[in-house]
């Protein structure tokens, strides 16, 4: 469906890291941790005018956004991007995904972010903050580039018992070190091969599949 760009948000002093917010003609209906497909006008090269990206607003929020890290990019999709501003408009799909907040919501959780993959925690921070009920959520947020640093620090602390940076690639043995009990939700989102291999090495450290839920960021240039 046609939505409109109503703000475009930098998240640090080189506008690397931008939040591009919209109002959609129809209602847009969709969950903390959901992504959607962004489409964008004009002529693009193979990469094509679509990309698959994760929500950073919360449904309680008066407009949907994305956050996307524009730092180096070569497609023609970041290109117009990054050109973007309040008032263009974009083609955005219905939202989907399953990286979503726990039907009870007072199971331990721990979230596990690399770099700009602390989008969608964003997300799920904001809604447990409409949630009244008990929340056990410890946070990491591994990071390698200085735009990355601090990004949404502000709205996931407060909502997180603990949270924790962690600069450069971050381990499974760091990873277990915050899990509180074999009961724990393992949310992971970041760059596609940091998500893969920390679930494979969870998995063989004997946390059961159904516990790990992920979102990969595919890399997009």
Do not use: C
Request: hydrophobic share 40%.
């Amino acid at each position: 469906m046609r939505a409109v760009i109503t703000a475009v948000t930098a998240h640090d002093t080189n506008r690397s890291v931008r939040s591009y917010h919209f109002r959609t003609e129809g209602p847009l209906h969709y969950l903390a941790g959901q992504f959607v497909e962004l489409t964008l006008p004009g002529n693009h090269d193979q990469g094509g005018a679509t990309r698959q990206l994760t929500l950073s607003s919360e449904p309680h929020e008066a407009t949907a956004a994305v956050t996307v890290d524009l730092a180096e990019y070569r497609s023609s999709f970041k290109h117009h991007l990054a050109d973007m501003s309040a008032g263009d408009e974009v083609d955005v799909s219905q939202a989907m995904g399953d990286f979503v907040l726990p039907l009870d919501t007072s199971r331990p959780m721990t979230w596990v972010a690399g770099g700009v993959g602390v989008t969608p925690f964003r997300s799920l921070a904001l809604a447990l903050k409409h949630d009244a009920g008990h929340h056990s959520v410890r946070f990491i947020h591994a990071y390698s580039k200085p735009q990355h640093h601090d990004l949404f620090r502000r709205q996931i602390e407060p909502v997180v018992n603990d949270y924790y940076q962690h600069d450069g690639r971050i381990s499974v043995q760091d990873v277990l070190g915050v899990v509180q009990d074999s009961a724990t939700d393992i949310y992971i989102a970041g760059p596609e091969t940091m998500v893969h291999s920390l679930s494979t090495e969870l998995q063989a450290a004997g946390i059961e599949k159904e516990r790990i839920i992920t979102d990969a960021f595919l890399g997009y240039r």
